[in-house]
């Protein structure tokens, strides 16, 4: 049935649909008077247009931030927990509309856009707590007479960049910390999900975040402009990215210049692997977990799936039966569980790897196509068998819902398999074993081990990666440190 956006529910609250973007408190437009357009995944009808900001529009935006840091900084951080706190009970009070937004301009069926509008909201609530437990340290010095502690302080103005697939939650798992820590933020929407940024602005400035605190830019063809004046310019003191390895390469070349601090979060190749000695059952749903959420879009997303030899097929059968009962359909409808990909560019990768999987002897057992009858963005929910490690699935990120699955014989076998990858953000294995376990959590090449779940994103674990995944963590009691530096202090000739 085709899609049209008849289907996507009203706002409760229409001012949250802002088509301008937030700088110093107020609502504005591109000095150019430029704009692009946003489009709905499911129906590629036009949702509305943002400002086509360029380095100009930075510049001014940076300028505010650095204005408003030089109060924000000597805020307590009650006060700063306080906001935090609000902005979290706002998102919470608006989470409906915060999800239809989200579900309209990402493609995310409704209920996993609800999910995300918790999660997201939840960092806000994480560093509100967080915020007033900035601690520094005593140390016993080694000079007599001398006395050293240290303090955390803001790093200062920091340029944040998000990615599309967590329209809301990539935002608020940098805002939180970063103004927990006392830091002033311009965030650089993506171009295909801007609104959902947009609106919590809206919420953030009815929390009552001070003018210049927190900026929202937003563009599309410019972004590599918009994007090197973050790296550039030398007010920008701290840089967190959360998208691709190849970007997140380009923009720790541009932060060179200034010696930038850095947050890479970035891509990844999630091994998920599953033991003879494992509940069959709970492996095939917590590979289904990792493996379709949001229709496979996450970057810890189960991408390469190795079954043992002795429970492949049953394996394989299961997970094909689960997989046959999704509806596929645009997020607003009822039953949807799973939506679009983001564009026509995901739907011709997603299948440029099943092609390539199948011209080398895989079987496509399940989708391998797009759906008849929906959308151009629509791509169906594929299991492949008969995996090999020279396959395209095998060696890059999918970032999308094709689930191809690799037999294998021994544990020392699939871990060398595991760690064949330059990226290592999250990887999976189900097993009963207690030995085999801690063997290999700790052989897995990654910064995120799931043992017998297929879910390992909260609020209260750190979340990042190793190898070309990037560094820095975000969420947890370590997600503030990325925004503070510590300084020493020594006091000399003190007499005992
Ligand atoms: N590790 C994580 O936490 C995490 C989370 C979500 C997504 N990702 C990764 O992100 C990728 C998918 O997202 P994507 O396709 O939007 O990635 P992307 O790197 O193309 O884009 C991410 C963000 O960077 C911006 N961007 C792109 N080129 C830029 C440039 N030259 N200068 C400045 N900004 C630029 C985009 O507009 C967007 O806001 C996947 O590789 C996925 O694994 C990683
Ligand atoms: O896609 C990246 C983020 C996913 C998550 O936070 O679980």
Known sequence: MP????????????????????????????KSGKTFDVHDPASNEKIGSCPEM????????????????????????????????RWYELMVENASDLATLITWENGKPLADAKGEVTYAANFFEWFSEEAPRTYGDHIPSSTAGNRIITIRQPVGVCGLITPWNFPAAMVTRKVGPALAAGC??????????????????????????????????????????????LCENPTIKKISFTGSTPVGKLLMQQCSGTLKKLSFELGGNAPF??????????????????????????CVCANRIYIQKGIYQAFADKFADKVSNFKVNGGFFEGTTHGPLIHKKAVSKVHDYVEDARAKGANVIMGGQCIDGLGPNFYGMTVITGMKKDMKLHQEETFGPIAGLFEFDTEAEVVELANQSEVGLAGYFYSKDVDRIWRVAEALEVGMVGINTGLVSEPAAPFGGVKQSGFGREGSKYGIDEYTNIKMITFGGIKA
Do not use: M, Y
């Not at 840091?69 to 935090?84: G, N």
């Open 273 to 298: 692997i599953v033991f003879d000695d494992a509940d069959v059952d709970k492996a095939v749903d917590g590979a289904i977990a990792a493996k379709f959420r949001s229709s496979g879009q996450t």
């Open 3 to 30: 899609l049209s956006t008849h289907s996507v529910p009203p706002l409760k609250d229409k001012s949250l649909l802002r088509e301008e973007a937030f700088v110093n408190g107020k609502w504005v437009g591109a």
């Open 54 to 85: 360029t380095r100009e529009d930075v510049v001014l935006a940076i300028q505010h931030a650095h204005t408003a840091f030089k109060s924000f900084k000597a805020t307590t951080a009650r006060e700063r927990s306080r906001l935090l706190r």
């Open 184 to 229: 002033t933020v311009v965030v650089k929407a993506p171009g295909e999900t801007p609104f959902t940024a947009l609106a919590l602005a809206e919420l953030g400035k009815r929390a009552g975040i001070p003018d210049g605190v927190f900026n929202i830019v937003t563009c599309h063809d410019n972004t590599p402009e918009v994007g090197k004046e």
